[in-house]
């Protein structure tokens, strides 16, 4: 394993039974993720990315595949043993900052609570003290302490969530969203907090997202997800410079220019979306793609590097890379 790398998922897999056969919600994504450093996970909803983020969580149970946690593999590791050794280390910011929030309890209690549970033996005055610092750090004001969920804001009940996160002292943090259910001014505070909380504790952050103007503003790379598959994966300055795949600019022609005398040229997808329940063997994009062939129809690409550090799931990316 790179020493620089904090995470590294090999061919991982996970799929769902269903009556129909078994859907391929994650199907063979590998990536790193350097220590420090945050990668953005896009795609348009159901192509697989929160189910990703569970997956490295260990909050689903992978079909097949690796991840590899400083080099040791916690995918097929005991329930038992990843919670004792592994779960403080990896945490996850959810999307639904209420819904994620125990209703019943006050801002202060809802802090407490993994303090709690992940060091059975700290004193009370110890556990409130440490609860009481992680409010100061995500800018919650002491008065809240009595506060409850319902009380409060969406940027308030966001920096509940991440003060639970970063209460046992994580290295890598899963945000699966965080900023899609606040408004505009909000997902700004909440977003410099991350990058400033990164900046002070070298945090690594998968960011999850489907506004590809937030991933551009916090990530250092960008993969792109596609039905279960990762299709395309480069630095963010590249792939807003020089997509290749044909979904991957369709996403980036789709984000809106505040200028109503500016005209920019849409790809417009057309077709029906492939079912992700018993794939066959092709590009899963080919039925929307408009250069698809026979052999997209036939052949199911490989993610392969087009440019230095630019890995691309097409079978004619030459073709498309300028």
Not at 41 to 61: A, D, Y
Not at 126 to 149: D, F, H, I
Not at 260 to 271: A, E, P, Q, S, Y
């Amino acid at each position: 394993m790179d020493n620089k790398n904090l995470l590294e998922v090999k061919n991982l897999k996970k799929y769902f039974s269903t009556p129909g056969g078994m859907l391929h919600a994650v199907d063979n994504v590998t990536f790193n993720v350097e220590k420090g450093k945050t990668i953005g996970i896009v795609g348009e909803s159901g192509c697989g990315k929160s189910t990703l983020g569970k997956t490295l969580m260990r909050l689903h149970t992978p079909t097949s595949g690796e991840i590899l946690y400083k080099g040791t593999d916690i995918a097929g590791m005991p329930v038992k043993e990843f919670k004792m050794d592994y779960r403080s280390h990896i945490q996850m910011i959810f999307q639904d900052p209420y819904a994620s929030l125990d209703p019943r309890m006050n801002v202060l209690q809802l802090i407490e609570e993994p303090i709690r549970v992940n060091n059975k033996n700290l004193a009370r005055q110890e556990v409130t003290k440490r609860a009481q610092e992680m409010m100061e750090l995500v800018g919650l004001a002491r008065r809240l302490e009595s506060s409850y969920p319902h009380e409060l804001d969406g940027g308030r009940r966001q920096r509940i969530g991440i003060a639970r996160a970063l209460s046992l002292n994580p290295e890598f943090i899963v945000c699966d969203e965080p900023v899609s259910a606040l408004d505009v001014s909000i997902q700004a505070q909440i977003l410099n907090l991350l990058q400033d909380l990164q900046a002070e504790r070298g945090l690594t952050y998968m960011f999850i997202t489907h506004d590809m103007s937030v991933v551009k503003h916090i990530s250092d790379d960008i993969a792109v997800m596609y039905l279960g598959q990762m299709i395309e994966k480069c630095s963010a300055n590249e792939i807003f410079r020089d997509t290749i795949h044909p979904y991957s600019q369709a996403l980036l022609s789709a984000i809106p220019i505040p200028n109503v005398h500016m005209k920019k040229d849409r790809m417009v997808l057309k077709g029906e979306l492939t079912s992700p329940i018993n794939p066959k063997a092709c590009c899963r994009f080919a039925a929307r793609c408009p250069y698809a062939s026979d052999k997209c129809r036939a052949e199911e690409p490989v993610l392969r590097e087009v440019r230095p550090k630019h890995l691309v799931a097409c079978h004619f990316a030459e073709k498309f890379a300028k």
